[in-house]
Nanobody
Framework: QVQLVESGGGLVQAGGSLRLSCAASGRIRAATMGWFRQAPGKEREFVAAMSSGGSRQYYADSVECRFTISRDNAKSTLYLQMNDLQREDTAVYYC?????????????????WGQGTQVTVSS
């Protein structure tokens, strides 16, 4: 079992930055890790994913060049650096872990999810 706990969300003005963290209770060294978000009234959407070793990343078009996913396997922690935040980035952000060999851009379901952290961007 893996438990994931997100932190780092909050209220920020448009153009600002936030860094989200996701602390895992179990081993995530072998897992593909991802960030997702869900805005009010919308479906949950993919944001970014990183391979188990950290050598490959994959981003949604809407966040590429603004967001950076990273991980520290020694600390069992995943990060999401978010720069130039816009109002449309307002959402609850979730981290997730997936085991197996599916490609980063695969729609295969993730195995474990955190409870989420709220990010609100004001104009």
């Amino acid at each position: 079992q893996v438990q994931l706990v997100e932190s780092g969300g909050g209220l920020v003005q448009a153009g600002g930055s936030l860094r989200l963290s996701c602390a895992a209770s179990g081993r995530i060294r072998a897992a593909t890790m991802g960030w997702f978000r869900q805005a009010p009234g919308k479906e949950r959407e993919f944001v970014a994913a990183m391979s188990s070793g950290g050598s490959r990343q994959y981003y949604a078009d809407s966040v590429e060049c603004r967001f950076t996913i990273s991980r520290d396997n020694a600390k069992s922690t995943l990060y999401l650096q978010m720069n130039d935040l816009q109002r449309e980035d307002t959402a609850v952000y979730y981290c997730a872990a997936r085991y197996g060999s599916a490609p980063l851009d695969s729609r295969s379901p993730y195995d474990y999810w955190g409870q989420g952290t709220q990010v609100t961007v004001s104009s």
